[in-house]
């Protein structure tokens, strides 16, 4: 599903840069541009001009305590006698006199940056136009004293360009929801400018309009399939070059091995985006999303669909008519497995597996024993949907279909989920993966009131692929 209204919410309230900081960061440009202008800085400015993800809009709010930056050209004339590192020293030696800067200020090879106080940065770099020509722009590099061609104005335009044939802005929006995933996945590397250039490169004039640009996820998908397909046909680094300056080779940033990780996680992730989108069930869905984009994504809605015995009575008349002020743990010991809901396995914060599929699956069954304690000694074994008591331990054990153990070719990943009011209370609906803590078994404790399940996931040693997945063993604590 496309779940809009769920991506503009986390766009605003997880992705975005929120408003507060680009009051701030508008309000500290402005103050440096006044401070260069009121010095007695040699070359002559022409205009202030913002570049970068600051320009494209494809700036994002820092995860954590990260700090977020801003670009600014200096566009100036070129002053007779100067060489490049007179540029960038120069305008070094303005922030380094200045009372409020010069705590501030470091120099880097091309820009002079303002820091403030680990939370924002701005990095100014001198532009010098018409040196060479009437219409060329060069950067400055004082590690090297050498002048570079530049093309930041011409770039800025072209995405802008791109972004209005997408419509709603859905470039920048796809743009930053994928340096997000970025910088959450923290698994492949990928710098801003070019992943701006991958994602403008795959919009066509001819795709205005369309269906797939209609909305964010559509667009998401449309962009992230089209650019795993053409990663999928280049298995060696490519030359990628800037579109409006074919001299940079923005590729370049990359070696061989960042590319080809690069390749395999987008086409992981397109998989799982493909997959969220065409699933019709909502909390499927929902779940299938947050695998992507981590539990934040639609959290409101995935934690309460974990009060189970609520949301069923709530939404069946029948379920409620019959139950009275029973919950589920009262009618699945009273029906039996007809009582349990159907979304019950579906439940959005249960996590989605992330192995790749193998090409050949094996049957796991999961057997589970009661012991005195969560490591303690076995009393006897119980069955699915067997009313238990809390208090005691319980051991799961995965096996193949002839009941034998697996070899050392294979791990077991269990999935523990708690359902209902008592374990949502406790803020224990986990839902996630767990190791073996001994050979192919895991032990739990019985604890919280609910009807909770457990599946054992069967996955290669080497290869970490996902070789078979158990049936839910529902454990119903009274």
Known sequence: MKLIE??????????????????????????V?????????????????????????????????????????????PVEGWEAKDYVNSLGAVFDSHSTYRDKVRRYSHCVTIEYAGVRR??????????????????????????????????????VGRNGVAGGNDLKKVTRLLKYLRDIKTNFTCPSFLFTTLVGMHIHDSDSGTAAFADTPSCLKALVGRLD????VNATLPEIRNPV??????????????YSNFRNKINLYRGWIDDAYSEQDRDESIGKWQRVFGDIFAAGEAKESSKLSEAVIAGNETFAMASRSKDLVDNVIALGKEALPVRITKLPYVRRPEWRVAPTSFRVNV??????????TKIRSVLSLEPLQKGRGIRFTASTAAGMPFDHSFEVQWRITNTDRAA???????????????????????TYRGVHFVEAFLIGTHDKRLYGKSDPFYVVVE
């Not at 397909?229 to 999928?232: I, P, S």
């Not at 949502?424 to 019985?446: C, I, K, M, Q």
């Open 424 to 446: 949502y209370d406790a803020g224990v609906l986990r839902g996630d993966f767990y190791p073996s803590n001994s050979g192919t078994s895991r032990s739990e404790e019985l």
């Open 229 to 232: 397909d053409w990663l999928q």
């Open 6 to 31: 769920h991506f503009n919410t986390f766009l605003d309230e997880q992705v975005n840069l929120n408003r507060t900081r680009i009051d701030q960061l508008t309000a500290s440009v402005d103050a």
């Open 33 to 77: 541009k006044s401070t260069i202008r009121g010095s007695d800085w040699e070359p002559r400015i022409l205009s202030f001009d913002a570049h970068g993800s600051w320009a494209h809009g494809t700036i994002i709010k820092p995860l954590g305590t990260r700090e977020f930056d801003a670009d600014l050209l200096v566009i100036v004339d």
């Open 367 to 376: 057997t589970a024993e009661m012991l005195t304690s969560r490591y303690g």
């Open 122 to 159: 701005i990095d100014i770099a001198p532009c010098v136009r018409g040196r060479i020509g009437n219409d060329t722009y060069e950067v400055c590099n004082r590690s090297s004293n050498s002048y570079e061609a530049t093309a930041a104005l011409a770039y800025t335009r072209w995405v």
């Open 245 to 258: 300056l074919w001299n940079d080779v923005q590729s370049s940033a990359w070696n061989q091995t960042q």
